[in-house]
């Protein structure tokens, strides 16, 4: 256990909270939704972990007061999805992403939007909100959106009457397929770019014309859905069109930074799971007459993961610090995001290396660790971010 | 139902037994640094039961600790789970208290507190075990008084009681007010909540002196000299093995059982 920054009364609380919700909520379905096969209707997700989430606050904890929560700060955020993410990533996520997808309609939303949605985000215990963005033909575009007219998102926007009509397709949708509310991002204005030129929508999933059409099934975080989408003549009245703005820019907002600093935290929780689990391996694992961390090469191994991480969780807190304080430093935000990736699979694959062949036991929760790394560097991380990051030191001070 | 919930604020039972020592004098036991204080874990379910009550039939849940400014702590730890109210008494004078003092000191602030219904403790602490306190509060404010509670009901102004014994369990009826002791049995403690949470951060739990609840501190000592610590020790674990044969089953199990016999085990 590392507690080694000063926090405050309640952020201990918090922190306290979060890890004996992981224990009792958590920990016993870890390995078992972890297992189970990824199909639609979702049987492997973990619907009393969210309800326990809901009755005691925390799925809510990032909203206003007056919708359920406290509006917690990306400290406390990063406190409470380390906790989480130690003992699961995926549950981890499930309830961070609780926390994300609202913050458009919070920030964005007309009072109407805040009180219907978030209304029942408050109030139902498994209602939860998707963003959904990416397209077969649109992923990394996303991350770094091109200023052509031309360039990514496709889905369709025509107007009809009061309100809009939308066709197309969206995937790797995360919690697609459990999300009551989809947040659609489609194309209102063909002559700007991506950018400029899309608005967002609120789809409840029993529209008519929308449907989830497939659960993709992935090697890691198996237990958090993402789904395809289509959308065939899907109609929205203009009461759910976010802000009422038809071409809504929030590149730079209140919203910059979170996916990042969401990430960094999940990886982190991940990387200290990984790193003390094969500290006490080493610690009981005999060789040549010895504990394996009385050898040298393990004891320099483990040394260097210990730098790692402790490296990784003051770069990711001091980022959620300086977010906490209201500036939003995206250059922060990205490093963090960049270093907490390159730690956890360090770390990840150093610790299979230290159990050697238990490592890759299905046994023992080190090969999860490994499976649930490789989506930060392939679905939610990558080359995209760093690209971005290098363009954000581009830009004048 | 206005209920107070009696909590002790000890050094973490699940810590492992080489994390503590006893002090030169024999007197005390001392735990290492590394060792976490936490609520004792029936005073746990008493919180637990007294805000169920509370849901159920309304009223309100103060939670009462004896000790040092430290167990402010564990009275966080029950306006965390959802308490209303919380008092510290601040025993800072007191040598490491005998239950009859404790008893009698938590009588007084409770007496102080006043318009109660239920007083409900754990069934015994987790650093001394010795159960006495509840029986000890029931005596000073003459009271009556159930233990090892394992399940509450409530009737027009009385509770239907379920207590365990060594062979099952007894049902019984009590009036109120009343003091109850309560086992794990009972329930299984809720999480602390993000409003719990909240709202602790802005209370400011009052902490009474021994003098703010009439309390003289050497009268408190002398009540509880009813028994001396003479020697604390760790007890030595000597773990030997003895081999039982016989020539056929039977035999072998004849001879066990002389065995336990004679080692008094049966």
Redesign the interface.
């Known amino acids: 256990m590392m507690d080694e920054f000063e926090l405050t009364d309640q952020q201990k609380a918090f922190q306290t909270l979060a890890r004996e919700f992981a224990e009792r909520h958590i920990k016993p379905i870890a390995a078992e939704i972890d297992r189970m096969e990824v199909k639609m209707g979702l049987p492997n997700f973990p619907w009393d972990m969210l309800r326990e989430a809901h009755k005691i606050g925390l799925k809510t904890i990032a909203f206003p007061m007056e919708y359920g929560g406290m509006a917690a700060d990306h400290l406390t955020q990063v406190i409470i999805t380390d906790e989480l993410a130690y003992v699961d990533a995926t549950c981890a996520k499930t309830i961070s992403q609780c926390w994300k997808q609202p913050q458009y309609i919070i920030h964005f939303g007309t009072k109407d939007q805040r009180d219907r949605f978030l209304g029942a985000m408050r109030d139902e215990p498994t209602y939860m909100m998707a963003g959904a963005i990416t397209e077969p033909d649109y992923g990394s575009d996303n991350m770094l959106p091109y200023e052509e007219p031309e360039g990514g998102l496709k889905l369709s926007v025509k107007r009809k009457g009061d309100g809009y009509v939308l066709n197309g397709v969206k995937h790797f949708i995360a919690l697609g397929g459990a999300a009551s509310l989809y947040i659609v991002r489609g194309r209102t204005d063909k002559t700007v770019s991506v950018r400029k030129g899309t608005g967002r929508f609120l789809v409840p999933k029993d529209t008519p014309g929308f449907s989830v059409t497939a659960q993709h099934d992935k090697i890691g975080f198996r237990a958090y859905p993402n789904g395809q989408l289509a959308f065939e003549d899907v109609y929205v009245p203009k009461e759910n069109l976010l802000g009422g703005k038809e071409n809504y820019d929030m590149s730079g907002g209140p919203l910059a930074g979170w996916n990042e600093l969401e990430l960094a935290a999940t990886a982190m929780g991940i990387a200290r799971a990984a790193f003390e689990a094969a500290l006490d391996y080493a610690k009981q694992r005999v060789q040549g007459g010895k504990t394996i961390i009385e050898h040298q090469a393990v004891a320099g191994l483990l040394a260097d993961m210990y730098m790692d991480l402790q490296a990784g969780r003051s770069l990711v807190w001091q980022t959620a610090r300086i977010f906490s304080s209201g500036r939003r430093d995206t250059k922060m935000s990205m490093a963090s995001a960049r270093f907490a990736t390159k730690v956890v699979l360090k770390i990840t694959t150093d610790a299979l290396t230290i159990f050697g062949g238990m490592g890759v036991m299905k046994e023992l929760p080190l090969e999860k660790y490994v499976r649930d790394t490789m989506i930060f560097t392939h679905l939610a991380d990558g080359p995209a971010r760093q690209v971005k990051a290098g363009n954000l030191l581009m830009r004048p001070e | 139902m206005n209920i107070v919930v009696c909590v002790k604020h000890v050094p973490d039972p699940e810590a492992p037994v080489t994390q503590f020592t006893v002090d030169s004098a024999g007197q005390k036991m001392v735990p290492a640094p590394a060792v976490v204080s936490v609520v004792s874990p029936f005073d746990e379910n008493a919180i637990e039961a007294g805000l169920q009550l509370k849901e159920a039939h309304g009223g309100k849940v103060t939670v009462l600790s004896l000790g040092p400014l430290s167990s402010l702590e564990a009275l966080?730890r029950g306006t965390?789970m959802g308490a209303d109210d919380a008092v510290l008494v601040e025993g800072n004078d007191l040598p490491e208290p005998a239950p009859q003092t404790t008893a009698h000191i938590l009588a007084k602030a409770i007496a102080k507190i006043g318009g109660y219904d239920l007083i409900l403790c754990g069934r015994q602490a987790a650093d001394w075990d010795q159960g006495q306190v509840g029986c000890g509060i029931a005596e000073n404010l003459d009271l009556p008084y159930v233990s090892i509670v394992s399940k509450i009901e409530t009737l027009e102004k009385a509770l239907r009681i379920q207590c365990l014994t060594e062979d099952g369990y007894e049902v019984m009826e009590v009036s109120l007010p009343v003091v109850l002791t309560l086992t794990n049995e009972i329930n299984q403690p809720?999480?602390?909540?993000?409003?719990g949470?909240?709202r602790?951060?802005t209370m400011k739990i009052p902490v009474w002196s021994l003098q703010d609840i009439g309390v003289d501190p050497a009268a408190a000592v002398e009540c509880g000299r009813l028994a001396e610590l003479k020697n604390l020790r760790i007890p030595e674990v000597k773990v030997e093995c003895q081999i039982v044969g016989g020539e056929t089953p039977e035999e072998a199990a004849l001879s066990l059982v002389n065995v336990l016999r004679s080692d008094k085990v049966i």
């Open positions: 966080k965390r809720r999480l602390t909540t993000v409003a949470i909240l602790t951060t």
